[in-house]
């Protein structure tokens, strides 16, 4: 009866420190975790209460439909957010000044468009930086604000990210312009059925955004929404 009794004890006391290392680990996980939850370093919208939306174009082709973007927007006194690839900015440096000097935000998309949740984490800095660089080195700003391109990260890029002193935005509402059925109608239903505060509306260089562009900015203008970049959803 005595070994039993030493037995229970001892079971006790292991199911105790099994539920003080769960204890101590998920706190330790949700303490270091850095996402849009905790740390904020990640934005699916923005953090204001105010009744707007920022658009972010990414820029990795679609060169002939971004001056005309740039007139749509000009003429609608709105500034956007747009993020470009380093390899983009170097074979087009005097449209990314362009952008620019109308007034646009500029983001970095990274040096290369591929999928950045495949990447180690020295590779994920490695092409942060090197995009971060070469849109420095033309425009003479630097960007603060990283969009992986198609979405995809993963715990090296959040880190890369942080310590290049990064937030990343990755948005709310898709047009999915990019996709061969996305007509001008199709875009705009996108945006406007799902339109709310703070929202950040993720759209590319195309044919059939130019021309949902002026109907979708009506729209909003009309529901009170003012339209802006990213650093005014994101404080």
């Known amino acids: 009866m005595k070994i039993l009794i030493i037995n229970k004890r001892m079971m006790t006391y292991i199911l105790m420190a099994i539920l ?3 204890v101590v680990g998920t706190l330790y996980y949700f303490y270091n975790r850095v996402d849009e939850t905790f740390n904020m370093d990640i934005y699916y919208k923005g953090n204001v209460e105010d009744k707007i939306v920022s658009f972010a174009c990414n820029v990795d082709w679609g060169n002939e439909y971004i001056e005309p973007m740039l007139e749509i927007f000009e003429r609608a006194n709105i500034r956007i957010t747009f993020f470009v690839t380093g390899t983009w ?7 990314l000044k362009t952008i620019y000097n109308a007034g646009h935000e500029i983001g970095n998309h990274g040096y290369r468009h591929i999928d950045y949740d495949k990447l180690s984490y020295d590779n994920n800095r490695e092409e942060i930086l090197k995009a971060h660089n070469v849109i420095y080195n033309i425009i ?5 604000f990283f969009a992986p391109p198609s979405g995809a990260y993963n715990d090296n890029t959040i880190k890369a990210a942080k310590d290049l002193n990064y937030d990343i935005i990755m948005w709310s509402i898709d047009t999915i312009d990019w996709r061969d059925d996305s007509t001008r109608d199709k875009i705009i239903n996108r945006v406007t059925s799902k339109i709310h505060k703070s929202a950040i509306v993720l759209m590319h260089p195309t044919k059939e955004t130019v021309s949902a562009l002026p109907e979708i900015i009506e729209y909003l203008i009309n529901k009170g929404y003012k339209i802006g970049r990213i650093s005014d959803v994101v404080k």
């Open 140 to 144: 003479g700003e630097e960007p603060n």
């Open 89 to 95: 900015a170097e074979k087009y440096p005097e449209l």
């Open 20 to 22: 003080v290392i769960i």
